[in-house]
């Protein structure tokens, strides 16, 4: 058995090496500053420019990670947006502990995004249209799903259904969240069920892909829109290209895994430039909307 | 083709054990060495009384009790990474085998129409225990030629497209769908994400979810992640006692928390993936019992307890009017997952009323196991 382990260690080691060599190195985080470095073109960026533009690169039109609240202001008419169950927290079902216990890093990210969960549900209008939107943050543990994300998507799918209301999704995740086990894993069954229902009622369901939209969220809630539109450049997919060069241990195509790779594949409608999204959303609701 | 680490450590375990050969479970586990020096003691006395005519009944008998005693402690008291060490075990059981021992008149019907026939994924038509209904089952393979065909039991879209299109056939001449669940993951390829693996398993769920057919989801040895939950939601969903379901492959979740696979035990236990654990979490319904040592050393008997959790699992199940099953189900599943509302600190209170009525007036935080009505 000894062996064996080590032997198993020699592969992961291996494995591990072959990864980080491999990894593309994702910048997620913009710096803070006055000035940013845009890490596509190389542009230096004015921060208050860049965020007047929808955080998108000037030049280049890179659109960056947008956190939740600041997704809902750039799509929402002013004002409008009705918050729901923004009480709602984890309770830590698996009294997880890695390096650091669950709940201190649920505090952590908590104080660092000032977001209680990964997503925010609620009632607005874009462009006067009233519909249900739901926003997940991507810096929130990735945008992960766990029992509250699935809890608040599942009812705003109701809320969409009841109200007879067309519920928009913009996703941002990187799946399932692994410190609830199984718990965040059949949340993907607890939210397709409810859209499942949304859809019986003939309600119109929108998915919003942004940056990155992959694993247990896309197999579930992502993918089932009556309509799915991407932001450009968004990486969609099921498993991470690691662990898919892991299997293949070839090359991955061109870009792989991006919204314009699904968009060739046929797994998603339109790509919409962020500037777009608003005009796009207002669209889509005025032909398929009650 | 090349194997991922996963399977190149499943090669090694069997390619180790094909060395240490005789032992009659096949491949040897840690924490079986006490058991198999027994069961080899037992041998040599065996041997021992046909060469030289000793009569050594009486000291085997003795053996073979310590044996049973120590096999009882030992497998009642297996750890979460033990468990899916014995999960993963060469001769355990596959589904192939149940169907063949408990499934009578199997017609495997196979393709999904669009692209090609998954070989990962089994469909058929059979009858079990004298119900007719549609069999959904990985296919892990035995040989490596099989294996390989079947790329271990991680299948392709077209495999979640080919189970959805047979349980839909199932639905229209109201059979009900019997699913076995038995596959490290969804296959991780280029071809799998170009055919859309997740949307593939999204509807799947979506469709399951409001399937107007009974479905019965047993995890027969390895529940891994989205590729498990892809045939995994119906009215019943149970786990054999040595089997595993979980978020992520231990492997998996110790690379990524702790940047190496050498914590895969710590993970196993941190990920709550044993039977026993799911069924307080209720994700399982039921934990369907074992013969003593696990399934592959006793191959019938885990069949034979199967069966009978899937019959009367389906005479309960058909008698319920379909629009109430649905209902049901729904139910069922928009109540999986737990948390708290209104975030204030103290202590949280258990309540099973539904949220509505719950909400604190004194702005307590109340503690929720069911669905909230926004």
């Given at each position: ?144 799903m ?23 999704m913009?996703t941002?995740s990187g799946g399932a ?8 894993l059949v949340q993907m069954a607890k939210t397709s069920a409810?859209l499942a229902?949304?859809d ?5 369901y929108?998915v919003?892909m942004?940056?990155p939209t992959t694993a247990g969220v896309a197999a579930s809630f992502a993918f089932l829109g009556d309509i799915i539109i991407a932001?450009?450049?968004t990486m969609i997919g099921f498993a991470g290209p690691r662990v898919i060069w892991n299997t293949v241990k070839a090359e991955l195509p061109e870009g792989f895994q991006t919204a314009e790779f699904m968009l060739e594949h046929g797994f998603i409608d339109r790509i ?19 | 083709m090349r194997l991922c680490?996963y399977w ?86 596959q589904a192939m ?11 495997e019907i196979n393709g999904d129409r669009q692209f090609r026939n998954d070989k990962s994924i089994i469909t058929g ?9 549609m069999i959904v089952a990985h296919r892990k393979g035995?040989?490596?030629?099989e294996k390989v065909e079947c790329y271990f039991g991680c299948a392709h879209p077209e495999g979640y497209r080919k189970a959805l299109l047979k349980m839909q056939l199932a639905a229209k001449?109201?059979?009900?769908v019997v699913c076995l669940i038995d596959t490290p993951g969804a296959y991780p390829g280029i071809g799998a994400e170009e055919r859309g693996i997740a949307q593939a398993i999204a509807v799947n769920l979506m469709e399951m979810s409001r399937l107007?057919?009974?479905i019965?989801c047993?995890v027969?040895?390895e529940g891994g992640s989205g590729g498990a939950l892809g045939i995994g939601v119906g ?10 379901y979980s978020v992520i492959t231990?492997?998996g ?122």
């Open positions: 058995m000894g062996k064996k382990n080590q032997q198993i260690d020699n592969i992961q080691a291996d494995v591990d090496t072959k990864k980080t060599q491999t990894a593309e190195v994702r910048k997620v985080d913009v710096p803070q500053g006055l000035w940013m470095k845009c890490d596509k073109c190389g542009e230096m960026l004015y921060r208050k420019e860049f965020e007047e533009n929808l955080h998108c690169c000037i030049k280049c039109n890179k659109h960056y990670r947008v956190d939740a609240r600041t997704r809902v202001e750039q799509l929402v008419d002013p004002g409008t947006f009705d918050e729901r169950l923004a009480d709602l927290t984890s309770t830590d079902p698996l009294e997880f502990k890695d390096r650091i216990s669950y709940k201190d890093r649920l505090a952590q990210v908590e104080k660092k995004t000032g977001m209680k969960e990964a997503v925010i549900i609620g009632k607005c209008y874009i462009k006067g249209r009233p519909l249900v939107l739901g926003v997940m943050d991507p810096f929130f543990i990735m945008g992960s766990g029992s509250v994300v699935g809890e608040k998507i599942s009812a705003a799918a109701e809320l969409a259904c009841e109200e007879d209301l067309p519920f928009i913009v941002a969240r692994m410190m609830e086990g199984m718990v965040s409810a229902r949304l019986d009622n003939g309600g119109l929108v919003v942004t940056d932001e450009p450049g919409v430039d962020r500037h777009d999204l608003r005009n796009e959303i207002a669209r889509i609701i005025d032909y398929c909307g009650k | 680490w190149e450590i499943m090669n090694m375990a069997e390619q180790n054990a094909g060395k240490k050969g005789q032992f009659p479970g096949g491949q040897i586990l840690d924490f079986e060495r006490p058991l198999v020096q027994i069961e080899q003691q037992i041998l040599e006395l065996e041997h021992q009384q046909a060469v030289t005519g000793r009569d050594c009944t009486a000291e085997a008998r003795e053996l073979r009790s310590t044996l049973v005693t120590l096999m009882k402690k030992t497998y009642s008291n297996l750890k979460p990474w033990e468990k899916v060490q014995v999960a993963r075990h060469q001769k355990r059981p085998d149940y169907i063949q021992m408990i499934v009578r008149d199997f017609c038509l059979g009858r079990l225990a004298g119900h007719k209904c035995r040989d490596i030629k001449f109201h059979l009900p107007q057919t009974p019965v047993v027969i040895a009215d019943r969903i149970a786990a054999l006692e040595h089997a595993y231990p492997e979740c110790a690379a990524i928390l702790w940047k190496t696979a050498e914590m895969a035990p710590k993970a196993a236990e941190c990920l709550k993936l044993t039977p026993k654990d799911l069924k307080k979490l209720k994700i399982i319904d039921d934990i369907i019992p074992e013969p003593l040592g696990g399934a592959h050393r006793d191959p019938s008997v885990a069949a034979s307890n199967l069966e009978h959790y899937i019959a009367e699992s389906l005479t309960r199940l058909k008698r319920i009017p379909t629009e109430k099953l649905l209902q049901q189900r729904y139910d069922k599943i928009r109540h999986l997952g737990e948390f708290f509302q209104s975030g204030s600190a103290a202590t949280p209170v258990k309540t099973k009323r539904p949220a509505a009525l719950t909400l604190p007036v004194t702005g307590g935080p109340v503690f929720q196991s069911q669905a909230v009505r926004v």
